[in-house]
């Protein structure tokens, strides 16, 4: 026996389908509620995930935090965070957040994300600043030079990619910007890390900030914008000075680049690091470039990307690209100006709204290690993912020499992101 009732069958939430029988032919034998087990009480037999701070459960059965929504590292089930201890005697740690549960009234800076503490506790972070802090175990790969990309991603890997999900920590150095509003932190674009308190992006994207830079917050190590966890927490600086090309034009979008810098450098871990710049001048002769972002999908142009996606699109020369868009905006007198360079044009591949001032890179010829230079940031395009009509992005190799020069200027030198300086330090 099974262990069950005989009732009518609107009357039971659980049937069994099986051979048990009940008189009656509006009767089923109806099982018995059994309450799962706790996560607590299965952690030893359950498999573990996330770095050991989850364990793999239905989906029904998590009354912890669901980590994300993939399926891969635990098959059909999700990752569920394990239970915290709830005694508040003493100080337990958010570690996540790189904090100590605590009293509020004892609090100087309450981290602005939720945290496994006790309901009468917050997360305190203990530091003294609002930027969330890595661990100092942050990950297992420890990388200092620019332009390395972890293609099998960090902690965990990805298995199903086909929404061109990239891969956890797979791109170090592409970061998100945020506008801090009175009771709200919104995404606005995307940057590039090449110095530890660094960032370009699209003029175009901060236009509206270049007086009160303050607004903006700077958040490295984001991969799922859905996630209220991750494996290694991110990290958040504010924004003290917006530079933008003296050239540049918001009608045209010509020389669309923009310098940030931070209040408080970045720490460098396996998921936050620099990407090399290439040289004035840099030409492309032919090959792919791999865009990233976080905006919408030539599929899906309403709603923005969960996690960091990843393409590869096919560099297009500049005369080529030329004659594209000119058949595209039905402009036979159009002429492609020296600060852009282009990308795709294959059907339905594209960056996309909200993918302003993200990144594309391209391997640096020669190098053994397959590191990267950042050649462009997504501009403008006619559309998105047509075929035959490629996107335009800002040529960041026409823009070197003025970076060299702004951050001269802030007393910063050029090692985060110089190819050939690293090169050499590392040969003495």
């Known amino acids: 026996m099974i262990g069950g009732t005989c009732m009518l069958s609107g009357q039971c939430e659980t049937p069994n389908n099986g051979t048990e029988k009940c008189l009656g032919p509006e009767h089923v034998c109806c099982m018995d509620k059994v309450e799962s087990t706790t996560i607590r009480e299965t952690a030893s037999e359950a498999k573990t995930c996330l770095n050991n701070k989850g364990v793999c459960t239905e989906e029904n059965e998590c009354d912890g935090k669901m980590y994300n929504d993939r399926r891969n590292e635990c098959g059909g089930l999700v990752c569920c965070s394990l239970p915290q201890d709830t005694d508040t005697s003493s100080e337990s740690t958010c570690d996540s957040l790189g904090g100590t549960c605590k009293a509020e009234q004892h609090c100087r800076e309450i981290a602005d994300r939720i945290a496994d503490c006790a309901e009468d506790t917050v997360c305190c972070l203990s530091n003294g600043s609002s930027d969330t802090q890595a661990p100092t175990d942050a990950g297992e790969v420890s990388i200092k030079e620019c332009g390395y990309r972890i293609e099998t991603g960090i902690k965990f890997n990805t298995i199903n990619r086909d929404h061109g999900e990239s891969q956890y920590g797979e791109f170090p150095w592409v970061v998100a910007i945020m506008v801090n509003e009175s009771a709200n932190v919104r995404f606005t674009c995307s940057g590039t890390l090449i110095d530890p308190e660094v960032v370009i992006t699209a003029a175009e994207c901060v236009k509206l900030f270049r007086t009160k830079p303050e607004q903006l917050i700077v958040r490295a190590g984001e991969w799922d914008m859905g996630a209220t ?200």
């Open 229 to 428: 966890m991750e494996p290694i927490p991110y990290q958040e600086r504010r924004v003290r000075k917006i530079k933008s090309h003296v050239g540049f034009k918001p009608l045209s979008l010509i020389n669309n680049i923009a310098i940030l810098f931070l209040e408080d450098k970045f720490d460098l871990t396996s998921t936050v690091n620099t990407v090399c710049v290439p040289p004035q001048g840099f030409i492309i002769d032919n090959g792919e470039v791999t865009a990233t972002g976080w905006g919408t999908t030539p599929k899906n142009r309403k709603k923005f990307q969960q996690i960091l996606k990843s393409i590869d699109l096919p560099y297009v020369q500049k005369p080529d690209c030329e004659k594209a868009l000119r058949r595209a905006t039905r402009n036979n007198k159009f002429k492609l100006h020296s600060s852009f360079i282009c990308a795709g044009g294959e059907d339905g591949v594209d960056t996309c709204q909200g993918d302003a001032g993200s990144p594309i890179i391209f391997p640096i010829p020669d190098d053994p290690e397959s590191r990267y230079y950042a050649v462009g940031m997504v501009a403008w395009g006619v559309g998105c993912g047509r075929s035959g009509t490629p996107s335009v992005y800002t040529d960041i190799g026409q823009f070197r020499e003025w970076i060299d020069e702004e951050l001269a200027n802030e007393s910063l030198s050029m090692y985060y992101y110089d190819y050939q300086l690293q090169g050499s330090n590392d040969e003495q």
